[in-house]
């Protein structure tokens, strides 16, 4: 008997009918005898406004609180689901992260998985029960409540298919797969029929949003396939897998453009080593994801300085600043800026590896849409230019014409 985890986000449950909707799917496949573990996210927005909420209590909440009040969202949607299954005749049941056996670390607010023990679900699945899970949250061995960063919802259901050895790995959301771009933003982006994790990898992290960054990196690691799929309709998805020789031969397989990035600049910093240490290793026990750095001579009178200038998750940037201005007196620095407005431009595509002229390519096409470049970084299949958010889409529209055609 086939067993399916599939993955309702925010949009398919979104209202009643929505969830009606997610109930009748399973329905379905439930009468063909499949055995099934639903994993479903908070209703479309109410992570965002639980977060507006208590932003208004104070604006650097305890991280612990946040999870007890984050956590609350998947929980309503895990009940309506049930219901919807049970106005159905379906057997179905509710658990929560915790129920379902998932155990993460301590990190509140990003915590990692550290392993699932799916003894209840397995039982619940032989006895013939539809388990609707709550996506995005976990519980320490200690007992406390967490959740695992934005969008975590997809990592719940690709780690519960590896524990559970599921046949397969649903990821239902609001467009018909992955895309060459986001499909919003680029109306002539293309639905991708298959992509490799680590293209994948690359552009959820570098802001396609459609799959979370750390899910796609568990599911490398493990091997678990999965389709992004609409639960809109029944058009085939797009198969997330294993590189194959013949995906070389695409040179970019898609563009990101990531507008939750904030640079911060640290102006006149003394230039000695250990310095860059110092700074970087006390953003990372913040558990803060640093990404470009950029480091350049500083032009002032005095001592030899260099200012150095990283970007941060727009999220994190007020808890970066913190850090940041706690080192002044030790370090020295003249001032710390930090700058919103900005966005990550990305091309990526395992093909790179063996094509070149790609970066020369991109740079010129910016030029020629006159989009001036702040910082660069690439790897083997990715590059990625910070310019300014506000002409971050036309760049997006003139690299994916440039890249991927019209
Ligand atoms: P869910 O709530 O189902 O988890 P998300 O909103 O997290 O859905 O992700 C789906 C959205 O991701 C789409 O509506 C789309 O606008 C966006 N997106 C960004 N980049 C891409 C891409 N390359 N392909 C498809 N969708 C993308
Ligand atoms: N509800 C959470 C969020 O909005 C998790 C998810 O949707 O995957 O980030
Ligand atoms: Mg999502």
Same mark, same amino acid.
Do not use: W
């Given at each position: 008997?086939?067993?399916?985890?599939?993955?309702?986000?925010?949009?398919?449950? &979104?209202?009643?009918?929505? !969830?009606?909707?997610?109930?009748?799917?399973?329905?379905?496949?439930?009468? $063909?005898?499949?055995?099934?573990?639903?994993?479903?996210?908070?209703?479309?927005?109410?992570?965002?406004?639980?977060?507006?909420?208590?932003?208004? !209590?104070?604006?650097?909440?305890?991280?612990?609180?946040?999870?007890?009040? =984050?956590?609350?969202?998947? $929980?309503?949607?895990?009940?309506?689901?049930?219901?919807?299954?049970?106005?159905?005749?379906?057997?179905?049941?509710?658990?929560? &992260?915790? #129920?379902?056996?998932? +155990? %993460?670390?301590?990190?509140? *607010?990003?915590?990692?998985?550290?392993?699932? *023990?799916?003894?209840?679900?397995?039982? =619940?699945?032989?006895? /013939?029960?539809?388990?609707?899970?709550?996506?995005?949250?976990?519980? %320490?061995?200690?007992? #406390?409540?967490?959740?695992?960063?934005?969008?975590?919802?997809?990592?719940?259901?690709?780690?519960?298919?590896?524990?559970?050895?599921?046949?397969?790995?649903?990821?239902?959301?609001?467009?018909?797969?992955?895309?060459?771009?986001?499909?919003?933003? +680029?109306?002539?982006?293309?639905?991708?029929?298959?992509?490799?994790?680590?293209?994948?990898?690359?552009?959820?992290?570098?802001?396609?949003?459609?799959? #979370?960054?750390?899910?796609?990196?568990?599911?490398?690691?493990?091997?678990?396939?999965?389709?992004?799929? @609409?639960?809109?309709?029944?058009?085939?998805?797009?198969?997330?897998?294993?590189? %194959?020789?013949?995906?070389?031969?695409?040179?970019?397989?898609?563009?990101?453009?990531?507008?939750?990035?904030?640079?911060?600049?640290?102006?006149?910093?003394?230039?000695?080593?250990?310095?860059?240490?110092?700074?970087?290793?006390?953003?990372?026990?913040?558990?803060?994801? +640093?990404?470009? !750095?950029?480091?350049?001579? @500083?032009? &002032?009178?005095?001592?030899?300085?260099?200012?150095?200038?990283?970007?941060?998750?727009?999220?994190?940037?007020?808890?970066?600043?913190?850090?940041?201005?706690?080192?002044?007196?030790?370090?020295?620095?003249?001032?710390?800026? @930090?700058?919103?407005?900005?966005?990550?431009?990305?091309?990526?595509?395992?093909?790179?590896?063996?094509?070149?002229?790609?970066?020369?390519?991109?740079?010129?096409? =910016?030029?020629?849409?006159?989009?001036?470049?702040?910082?660069? @970084? *690439?790897?083997?299949?990715?590059?990625?230019?910070?310019?300014?958010?506000?002409? /971050?889409?036309?760049?997006?529209?003139?690299?994916?014409?440039?890249? +991927?055609?019209?």
């Amino acid at each position: 008997m086939p067993l399916i985890v599939q993955k309702y986000g925010g949009t398919s449950v &979104g209202n009643p009918e929505r !969830i009606k909707n997610v109930a009748a799917r399973v329905a379905r496949y439930r009468a $063909q005898g499949d055995q099934i573990v639903v994993v479903v996210s908070a209703m479309s927005g109410v992570t965002d406004n639980l977060i507006k909420l208590a932003k208004e !209590i104070m604006p650097l909440p305890s991280e612990r609180e946040m999870d007890v009040l =984050l956590a609350t969202g998947e $929980q309503t949607t895990i009940a309506l689901t049930a219901m919807a299954l049970h106005a159905l005749g379906v057997d179905a049941i509710s658990l929560t &992260g915790a #129920q379902a056996g998932i +155990v %993460t670390d301590g990190v509140h *607010t990003k915590a990692k998985i550290q392993n699932i *023990t799916p003894k209840q679900v397995h039982a =619940l699945l032989t006895a /013939g029960i539809v388990v609707i899970v709550a996506g995005f949250q976990g519980q %320490t061995p200690e007992g #406390q409540i967490t959740t695992l960063g934005r969008g975590g919802s997809d990592l719940t259901a690709v780690a519960l298919a590896a524990a559970l050895k599921a046949d397969l790995c649903q990821i239902y959301t609001d467009v018909d797969g992955v895309y060459t771009a986001d499909p919003r933003i +680029v109306p002539d982006a293309r639905k991708l029929n298959e992509i490799a994790y680590d293209e994948m990898l690359e552009l959820a992290s570098l802001g396609a949003k459609v799959m #979370q960054s750390r899910s796609v990196e568990f599911a490398k690691k493990f091997g678990v396939v999965f389709e992004v799929r @609409s639960s809109l309709n029944d058009n085939p998805g797009t198969i997330v897998k294993e590189e %194959t020789q013949s995906m070389e031969d695409v040179v970019i397989r898609g563009v990101s453009l990531d507008k939750n990035q904030a640079k911060v600049t640290l102006v006149g910093v003394p230039d000695r080593p250990g310095v860059a240490a110092r700074i970087f290793k006390a953003l990372a026990d913040a558990a803060m994801n +640093v990404d470009m !750095i950029v480091q350049n001579v @500083s032009h &002032g009178s005095g001592t030899p300085a260099t200012d150095i200038s990283f970007t941060v998750d727009k999220p994190d940037l007020l808890k970066a600043t913190k850090v940041i201005e706690a080192l002044k007196p030790e370090m020295g620095f003249r001032e710390a800026l @930090s700058d919103e407005k900005i966005g990550k431009l990305s091309i990526v595509g395992v093909g790179m590896r063996s094509h070149s002229g790609v970066a020369a390519k991109m740079f010129e096409t =910016l030029a020629h849409e006159g989009i001036n470049i702040d910082m660069i @970084s *690439t790897s083997e299949i990715k590059i990625s230019v910070v310019i300014d958010l506000a002409k /971050g889409e036309k760049a997006m529209k003139a690299v994916h014409a440039a890249f +991927v055609g019209t």
